[in-house]
């Protein structure tokens, strides 16, 4: 009996990795949607006037929709997401007086373009790589890129419904042209998991 269940198990595995193949031969095109979500490494601090001001970063949350192209076993990606950076913010202002010290949170808005590359490997896992443009107008910045790359998991069902999970990492150049006295070294890195659910046709 063991066996048997053993035989059917491995032909159930073997037909569905043969499945993966053919549907994503026949469903060259996928749309979607996909969360995101992870911590923030980020610090800047800024003095204006009488008051330093220091942002840290804390955590992040994006969400975005999807649109695929796929050649064999290479994807082309591209889409819009917009991500909330939340910001720890620390202010000090002095004066004749004495100091005061306050801390608050700010949220950082970046709306990217993506421009990546997915390579399958072995049917259902894929790696990821590519560059985003970012528009990120506050805190002195304006435009900027990411490089980025991770590694995951894909599904898609015999109907064309697609389910992926990947874990990645993104570096945020925040200032591309150096735009209001910041520096190409002003970076955001990012860290985290993307969920994504699509359709396949």
């Avoid at 993104?170 to 985290?192: H, T, V, Y």
Wanted: hydrophobic content about 40%.
């Amino acid at each position: 009996m063991k066996q048997c269940l053993i035989v059917v198990a491995v032909l159930c595995i073997v037909t569905d990795v043969y499945a993966q193949e053919e549907i994503r031969k026949e469903r060259k095109n996928y749309i979607g949607n996909h969360v995101s979500f992870g911590k923030s490494d980020f610090f800047y601090s800024s003095v204006g006037g009488a008051t330093l001001r220091s942002y840290s970063g804390e955590n992040y949350f994006r969400i975005g929709f999807d649109y695929a192209r796929r050649s064999d076993y290479i994807e082309f990606c591209t889409g819009l997401s917009a991500t909330f950076n939340n910001m720890g913010l620390s202010s000090y202002s002095w004066s004749a007086g004495g100091g005061r010290s306050s801390t608050s949170s700010e949220t950082f808005f970046i709306f990217s373009i993506p421009a990546h590359l997915k390579i399958y490997i072995l049917k259902y896992i894929f790696l990821d790589g590519g560059v985003n443009i970012n528009y990120h107008p506050s805190m002195g910045y304006t435009w900027g890129v990411a490089p980025g790359m991770g590694t995951g998991l894909s599904y898609t069902t015999w109907s064309g419904l697609c389910f992926s999970i990947a874990f990645n990492m993104q570096w945020n150049i925040l200032s591309l042209f150096g735009a209001d006295g910041a520096s190409m070294d002003d970076r955001l890195i990012q860290k985290g998991v993307n969920i994504g659910v699509g359709y396949r046709f």
